[in-house]
């Protein structure tokens, strides 16, 4: 398996473009998460999903947009990128709801910088 | 989910015992307690996972009281590699893992 990946590693976007970062997992988990990382700072949860078809918000959706019409791709859409966003996302699946189906298993990371 | 309160840093020598300390005096009965890491901006790493007993497998111990308000991971014999930050969590049936700022160990050779 190769677990969680994540497209791009890396990307500079201009204030107001828009852009897709890409997570997939081959795992067959049915939970999927983006979180955001600022320098410094712990893990904030902006989507997640609980199934192919079911979305919601996390700590801090604002700006960001999901969709999973798969189990196996959860992408993060960014409409209107701003500064703000500038911060290394990360994508994580977990199989389901029983003790250690609960541990979340994290993708390499997206590095997005917004000038 | 109950907060978590670890200290911002720790050293440790190379080869010694990492004992790695974490407060969540509001922890409910069905509340697990989960040890990640994060090594250099990579994603995190899950270590270990428990919910009243110790526990230990290939990476690390965990160690929690009997009034469940507190914990140790306990890295046997730390190595330069085990230089990262240290995540404790308490979660229950929530859908997020809720991550603070961490403990920061730093193995000195």
């Known amino acids: 398996n190769a677990g969680v990946t994540q497209t791009p590693k890396f990307r500079i976007l201009k204030i107001g473009q828009s852009m897709t970062l890409q997570c997939t997992q081959d795992m067959n988990h049915n939970y999927m998460y983006w979180y955001r990382q600022d320098p410094g700072m712990g893990l904030k949860l902006i989507y997640y999903?609980?199934?192919?078809?079911?979305?919601d918000k996390g700590e801090v959706p604002n700006g960001y947009n999901v969709s999973r019409s798969t189990t196996e791709d959860f992408p993060l859409r960014l409409e209107l990128a701003a500064p703000s966003q500038t911060s290394v996302y990360f994508c994580a699946s977990r199989p389901g709801l029983a003790g250690a189906e609960k541990t979340q298993y994290f993708g390499p990371g997206t590095r997005l910088l917004v000038l | 989910d109950a907060k978590t309160t670890q200290p911002p840093s720790m050293d440790c020598a190379e080869g010694r015992a990492a004992n790695l300390p974490c407060n969540h005096s509001t922890i409910s009965g069905n509340e697990y307690v989960y040890w990640y890491r994060q090594i250099h901006s990579q994603g995190p790493q899950y270590i270990i996972h428990?919910?009243?007993n110790n526990e230990t497998n290939e990476m690390a111990s965990l160690i929690i009281t009997e009034d469940r308000k507190s914990s140790t991971l306990i890295l046997p014999h730390a190595t330069l590699r085990d230089t990262a930050v240290y995540y404790c969590i308490v979660r229950g049936n929530n859908n997020d893992m809720r991550f603070g700022a961490g403990t920061r160990l730093t193995v000195k050779p």
């Open positions: 999903s609980v199934g192919a078809g079911i979305t």
């Open positions: 428990g919910l009243k």
